[in-house]
């Protein structure tokens, strides 16, 4: 089967052939991300080595971060409360139905880090900052699992995510501060379709890897994460996709095939595809938020061209798009870098930008105007948002 074959296979979503093709990413995958933390565990012997036969000044690394206690952000949030009114949409979009009246009541809920890359350590501490707070120190977890699919509940209370006990990837909750630690299911999907809450962060929509009865690969379901019984409700369809999310209303879940992303209803039957995507022009394989309503998506969005990669959790973003029109939406960016966009269960939108050598967020509400803008403690700037909770 030849690489213009499969695409346009794609287009159709044929099932078959692209789970197998997922399949294979997912296996490129864990053989990349353990080939990162064996580089990296390495290296860190190597140094250590060095510094016994004295060299370790010549090659002490730099990598540790500063206590959290001494971290403080380099500026302090600037709330413009009079903002100049910017384009919220592309010609044709249409308007979200906000108001400028509500701008005053928009605000910024705590974000939730982890590294941008792994890190080889073995394991990393999950983070958390409000501006005009400190960053705090949540549990610590693998560092896969920080990078790769760590998903935090709606309320930030609660954490999910997968880890390997060698003969079986298991899927765990617990408490962002580490108590209340347990294991909740065995056999689960850690790269490609990773855990995620529903909003009143009663469920996780997870993927199981364990052959189903018809033969198949594996299953989707909603698993029950206060049930004793590991209660699970699952979906009678298969969706050869990656990367899901669920929208705060509860009624969309939005999944990235090998070509763009389709909506789903919570029982796994399809909605609609997002226009705008197609094997030879613009694709996505990496889908970072939705909105409260499912109307908006942000997304890593890129030219096709040779290999579509793995697919291993990227939370970069280029565009935020129209999930019915296809339409980007416009940023009030100020000419700097977007990196990353996260939804409010309000609508509104955390942009992080890259603003000289670190990072600024950008508190935006539903119609595009910016509320204010606040410059993230330098702790951070080695690390990505994995969420915002209320």
């Given at each position: ?257 090998d070509a763009g992303v389709t909506l789903h209803g919570t029982d796994g039957t399809k909605k609609r595809v997002v226009p705008g995507f197609t094997p030879d022009g613009w694709r996505s394989n990496d889908i970072v938020s939705l909105s409260p309503d499912g109307s908006r998506i942000a997304l890593l969005r890129k030219k ?87």
């Amino acid at each position: 089967m030849n690489d213009k074959r499969l695409r346009f296979d794609l287009t159709d979503l044929a099932e078959e052939v692209t789970v197998v093709d997922l399949r294979d990413r997912t296996l490129r995958t864990s053989r990349r991300l353990g080939i990162q933390r064996t580089v990296a565990t390495s290296a860190a012997a190597l140094v250590l080595i060095a510094a016994a036969a004295g060299t370790a000044l010549a090659m002490r690394p730099d990598q540790s971060p500063a206590p959290l206690p001494a971290d403080t952000p380099s500026v302090t949030a600037t709330p413009n409360p009079t903002p100049t009114p910017s384009p919220s949409t592309s010609p044709g979009t249409p308007p979200s139905g906000g108001s400028s009246a509500n701008a005053p009541t928009v605000t910024l809920g705590r974000l939730f880090y982890g590294p941008a890359e792994v890190t080889g350590t073995g394991t990393g501490n999950l983070r958390s900052w409000r501006p005009g707070d400190t960053p705090v120190r949540l549990l610590a977890l693998p560092d896969l699992a920080l990078k790769g699919n760590v998903s935090v509940s709606s309320d930030g209370r609660r954490v999910a995510w997968a880890d390997s006990d060698g003969s079986s990837n298991n899927l765990f909750v617990a408490n962002a501060d580490g108590s209340d630690r347990r294991k909740v299911y065995s056999d689960v999907d850690p790269y490609c379709v990773t855990a995620v809450w529903s909003p009143d962060g009663r469920q996780l929509l997870f993927r199981e890897t364990k052959p189903n009865a018809a033969g198949g690969p594996g299953r989707y379901g909603v698993l029950e994460v206060r049930s004793t019984g590991k209660d699970v409700r699952w979906w009678t369809t298969e969706p050869a996709a990656c990367h899901a999310l669920w929208s705060a209303d509860g009624q969309t879940i939005a999944l990235n095939t090998d070509a763009g992303v389709t909506l789903h209803g919570t029982d796994g039957t399809k909605k609609r595809v997002v226009p705008g995507f197609t094997p030879d022009g613009w694709r996505s394989n990496d889908i970072v938020s939705l909105s409260p309503d499912g109307s908006r998506i942000a997304l890593l969005r890129k030219k096709a061209a040779g290999d579509a990669g793995d697919v291993a959790r990227d939370l970069r973003v280029n565009v935020v798009l129209d999930t019915r029109t296809g339409n980007e939406i416009r940023l009030p960016l100020g000419g700097r870098e977007l990196r990353q966009v996260h939804f409010q269960t309000d609508a509104s939108m955390v942009v992080r930008v890259r603003d000289g050598g670190g990072h600024t967020v950008l508190l935006v509400d539903e119609d595009g105007r910016k509320i204010s803008e606040t410059a993230e403690p330098a702790s951070l700037s080695d690390m990505q948002i994995l969420a915002v909770a209320d």
